[in-house]
């Protein structure tokens, strides 16, 4: 069925059919029309959650909020959204869950004896400084629980307002318990505005990453993800400007398109670059066994081939010309300690 509503400020424009459904349910919506945020109440009873993947170079996140509102339209996040029983297209950025009591499930969980410290990320699924964090301070009182036990975190964002903590990352930085990665996809404000319609600007980021390092935070930036065939010739420019501004190490994954992220990309090239959409979907497949995806470890964030090749050629001269090939976010838990605050509560 094709589609012709035109969504204000949004990512996708559609909304895909669950992949665990039979039926798609259709409304009918004027043109041009802005659809409203709605929140829910998330309830989940841990906030801590384990990944083993080998690709990763931590284990453990907290993700305040499900779905983003950020919109990116090549977020691999999007199909979790179906697990609840909803669309990975326009109700990923418009039905955001909220998880009221993770401030608290966090000082919960590191206060338990079973708790051995390490570097917790935030952002490892969705964005946890999307716009409604400005209001909620979610992550802000994470952070404080993490000062308050002196675990490092490592931060990925989008968002400047990342910015409005640094006090918080200040204090945890002087026990080399922090540090950030601003993702950055693109320089080009066009090319943001639809791609990524309600994230920072490309430049604030830059900026973000300068104010972050001129207080003395490991700041760095994240090329997430590397669209072949669209922004992979930015790759040098991004990493120039963001050593520039005080980035001291830099990593790049390559798009991922699981499960409805294909569909709502391939959509996204029509409307935005017909002309170049075979040239980016030949690119993918030819980094992907011939297919748009393949979840396999090591393979995943990379990609393999000639092309994939190149990727990761072009991104090691840059790093090298900028003076951080190699470089890594080395946090310590030398500093770590438990919270007294909750035993005190028993007298």
């Not at 946890?128 to 964090?133: G, I, L, N, T």
């Not at 000639?306 to 900028?322: G, I, P, T, W, Y």
């Amino acid at each position: 069925m094709q589609h012709n509503k035109k969504y204000s400020g949004r990512g996708v424009q559609h909304n895909p059919v669950n992949r665990f459904e039979n039926i798609d349910i259709v409304f009918e919506q004027p043109q041009d029309q802005t659809i409203r945020t709605h929140f829910y109440k998330d309830v989940s009873k841990s906030i801590i959650s384990y990944n083993s993947s080998p690709d990763l170079p931590i284990n453990t996140f907290i993700n305040p909020y499900r779905g983003c509102e950020h919109g990116c339209i090549y977020c691999y996040a999007r199909p979790n959204h179906e697990y609840l029983g909803l669309s990975a297209g326009i109700d990923f950025e418009t039905k955001i869950f909220v998880k009221e009591n993770a401030p608290y499930l966090l000082e919960k969980e590191l206060s338990a004896s079973k708790w051995k410290a390490q570097t917790i990320g935030i952002s490892g699924v969705t964005d946890a400084y999307q716009p409604v964090e400005k209001k909620l301070e979610l992550t802000r009182s994470c952070l404080q629980v993490l000062a308050k036990f002196r675990n490092p975190v490592a931060i990925v964002t989008k968002n400047q307002l990342v910015t409005r903590d640094i006090d918080i990352l200040k204090e945890l930085a002087s026990y080399n318990a922090a540090g950030v990665v601003l993702s950055i996809t693109t320089l080009d404000n066009s090319l943001a505005k639809i791609m990524e319609p309600r994230t920072s600007r490309p430049q604030l980021r830059l900026d973000t990453i300068k104010h972050l390092a001129d207080n003395g935070i490991p700041v760095g930036v994240m090329i997430g993800p590397v669209i072949p065939g669209l922004t992979d010739q930015e790759i040098p420019a991004i990493i120039a400007e963001s050593v520039k501004a005080g980035a001291k190490i830099a990593r790049y994954i390559m798009l991922r398109l699981p499960h409805t992220t294909k569909e709502i990309f391939e959509r996204w090239l029509d409307t935005n670059f017909p002309e170049r959409k075979n040239k980016v979907l030949n690119r993918i497949k030819s980094m992907r066994a011939g297919k748009l995806y393949d979840s396999k470890f090591y393979k995943r964030d990379k990609g393999e081939g000639f092309f994939a090749d190149q990727v990761e050629n072009l991104f090691n001269m840059a790093c090298r010309k900028s003076g951080i090939f190699g470089n890594k976010l080395n946090l310590s838990t030398n500093s770590f300690r438990k919270s007294q605050s909750r035993q005190l509560e028993l007298f």
